[in-house]
C-alpha cells in the first residue's frame, strides 16, 4: 500500500471524510464530506504532517516558505514543516497569517518567519473548492513582501468545477501561475474505497460508489 492509499484510510479512521447526505458551503448537495477539523489528537496532526511532508517532498517544489492560512492552514503548515525536518532533514521556514492584525509590541499580521521581496511562498490548505482561501492569501501577501506564491498543496482534490467550468484548482494554475498538489484526489478516494474494507465496514458500496459518480458528472472538472 502506498502513501496515498494509507493516506485515505487514515482520513477515514480519524472521521475526516465521511459519506452521507451533505450540503457544501456553495450550496451543492454532496454524498460525501471531509472536514480537517476533525482531527483532533498529537497523534493524528504529527501523521497528518507526515504525509504532507512527503508530498511536499515528492514534488520537488522549490520554495522559501511555507504558509498556512488562518485558521485551518495554521496547524497545517507547522505540522508539515516539523515532519519535513524530522523525516527528511529539511529545515522549512514556515508562517501563518493573524485574522486580526496586532497592534501592540512588534505588530503585523504575520507569525513566523517574515516573507522578503522575492521570495517563493507555499500554501499548506487541507481543501479547496472555489480557491478563495488562496485568493485571499494573494491579497494578504500585497501587504507583507514583495512575493510569488509559486504552490499550493492540499488534502483532497474534490475534483470540481470552480467559477468556470475548469475545476478550481486548474483556474489556479491558469489564472495565477500556481502549481497545485493534492495528496490524494476524489478518483483515489473512489478507487481505494470502492468495495474495500477499512476496520471491516466498507464505506464506499456501490450506491454510494453511483452516488458520487452522479455527483462528478454534475459538478465535477476531470483533467487529463
Not at 480519524?14 to 482531527?39: A, E, H, L, Q, W
Not at 522549490?62 to 525536518?85: H, M, R
Not at 468556470?164 to 490524494?184: C, H, Q
Not at 468495495?195 to 472538472?221: P, R, T, W
Request: glycine fraction near 10%.
Amino acid at each position: 500500500m502506498d502513501y496515498k492509499q494509507e493516506f485515505i484510510e487514515f482520513m477515514v479512521r480519524s472521521g475526516v471524510i465521511t459519506f452521507g447526505d451533505f450540503t457544501t458551503k456553495s450550496g451543492r448537495k454532496t454524498p460525501y464530506f471531509i472536514n480537517t477539523g476533525n482531527y483532533k489528537t498529537g497523534s493524528q496532526i504529527s501523521k497528518l504532517g507526515d504525509y504532507y511532508a512527503e508530498r511536499i517532498r515528492e514534488s520537488g517544489e522549490a520554495y522559501d516558505a511555507l504558509f498556512g492560512p488562518a485558521y485551518k492552514g495554521i496547524p497545517l503548515c507547522i505540522a508539515a514543516a516539523s515532519s519535513l525536518f524530522r523525516n527528511f532533514n529539511i529545515e522549512t521556514p514556515y508562517c501563518f497569517n493573524r485574522k486580526e492584525a496586532k497592534d501592540h509590541g512588534e505588530g503585523g499580521g504575520i507569525v513566523g518567519y517574515r516573507p522578503k521581496d522575492g521570495d517563493r511562498i507555499a500554501i499548506v490548505e487541507d481543501v479547496v473548492t472555489a480557491g478563495t482561501a488562496v485568493r485571499e492569501s494573494i491579497e494578504f501577501f500585497k501587504t507583507v513582501a514583495n512575493v510569488k506564491i509559486t504552490a499550493l498543496f492540499v488534502s483532497v482534490d474534490r475534483m470540481e468545477k470552480g467559477a468556470v467550468e475548469k475545476s478550481a484548482l486548474r483556474e489556479l494554475r491558469d489564472t495565477f501561475g500556481i502549481n497545485v498538489y493534492p495528496i490524494v484526489t476524489v478518483r483515489d478516494v473512489i478507487a481505494h474505497l470502492s468495495g474495500n474494507e477499512i476496520d471491516g465496514k466498507i464505506f464506499i458500496d456501490s450506491d454510494m460508489k453511483a452516488k458520487m459518480e452522479e455527483y462528478l458528472i454534475l459538478y465535477g472538472a476531470d483533467e487529463k
